[in-house]
């Protein structure tokens, strides 16, 4: 319990000094930081069997750091599950997610997903993903994600992460008072034939359940789409730290809206208001100041605090890129 003391405290000394802490007692790995700005990398010690490292020490890097990378274990997405499975029994699948996965473990429980977006066109898109937290856009969101790295593109294509908390603290005053005082609303709006794949079901009352059940305002227009509606604060307190984090889907929304011009998703402030443009901006620029990449192998995983930090990816040419995802709602430590 000695390791557990110091898990609710949220400066960055703390957090660093509480990370030492660990690394002085965790014998079978090698803990360094990923970068100057977030993270920790462990890489193999006494055994490169990431089923023999100690369980307790990488729930308490993943609790301080938010973000822990593991390099030299070799996972495939066999060992990638039964690993995952170590940490936690509450895994979820992308039912009505904003993206479509591939489902890669059908044969055990289905919740092992490539992100490899490959819908409606036939081959891999490569453009960069903005900062988000997974599932922000809806009350089922998962508190710890998982990634796991089966072949990295040749140039390019790291997953981004940011401390939503640092990024909080470095807004002006102006802007983090607009967050405390605004929450967000995520619209979105699908087509007849997109929802029916987004949300897994051609059921429409399994939507109105799921809608029910998670607090969302559903719509059902007279062309068959749909369109839903979550209001929700874009700077949640976090799991471990119980501190408020720009930890949302705000970024990854207003690109969609305004980079891509699709008319899927929107994000407003819940009186409907648009988000200021300087606001944005100055959210782009700390966001982008604060972001870490991974640097990615084949076999290497990471695993992130959906509840804390943001993630994205940079872009990249390379189609063969794979990386696995499985999101885990809920962890009991
Ligand atoms: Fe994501």
């Not at 390791?3 to 949220?10: A, C, D, E, I």
């Not at 993943?62 to 940490?87: H, P």
């Amino acid at each position: 319990m000695l390791l557990l003391q110091n898990y609710k405290v949220y400066s960055r000394e703390t957090i660093k000094v509480s990370s030492q802490n660990v690394l002085q007692q965790a014998s079978d790995v090698n803990a360094e930081p990923l970068c100057e700005l977030t993270g920790i990398l462990i890489t193999p010690s006494t055994t490169d069997n990431i089923l023999e490292l100690n369980i307790r020490i990488i729930k308490e890097h993943v609790r301080t750091s938010g973000a822990v990378v593991f390099k030299g274990f070799n996972l495939d997405a066999a060992l990638f599950e039964q690993f995952s499975n170590s940490l936690s029994n509450d895994f979820m699948n992308n039912m009505g997610s904003g993206s479509w996965r591939k489902t890669q473990n059908y044969s055990s429980d289905g919740t092992i997903q490539n992100v490899t977006y490959t819908y409606g066109i036939g081959h891999q898109r490569t453009f960069p993903l903005p900062l988000h937290a997974d599932r922000a856009y809806v009350k089922s969101r998962p508190e710890v994600m998982f990634f796991m790295c089966e072949r990295p593109a040749a140039e390019g294509g790291r997953t981004t992460v940011c401390d939503g908390i640092d990024a909080y603290k470095g807004f002006s005053k102006s802007t983090r008072e607009l967050l405390d005082r605004k929450r967000l609303k995520y619209i979105r709006h699908y087509q007849d034939g997109e929802w029916q794949t987004l949300y897994q079901t051609h059921d429409f009352s399994l939507i109105e359940k799921y809608c029910a059940d998670y607090d969302m305002l559903l719509d059902r227009l007279r062309d068959n789409s749909i369109r839903t509606e979550y209001v929700h604060t874009g700077v949640p307190l976090t799991k471990w730290q119980q501190t408020k984090s720009f930890c949302n889907s705000m970024q990854i929304g207003l690109w969609q809206e305004y980079v891509m011009g699709r008319k899927t998703t929107f994000v407003r402030f819940e009186d409907d208001s648009e988000i200021p443009e300087d606001v944005r901006q100055e959210i782009d620029e700390v966001t982008e100041k604060l972001t870490a990449e991974i640097p990615w192998e084949a076999g290497d995983i990471a695993i992130v605090d959906n509840t804390r930090m943001l993630h994205g990816r940079r872009s990249f040419t390379d189609e063969n890129r794979s990386i696995l995802v499985r999101m885990c709602r809920s962890v009991e430590w």
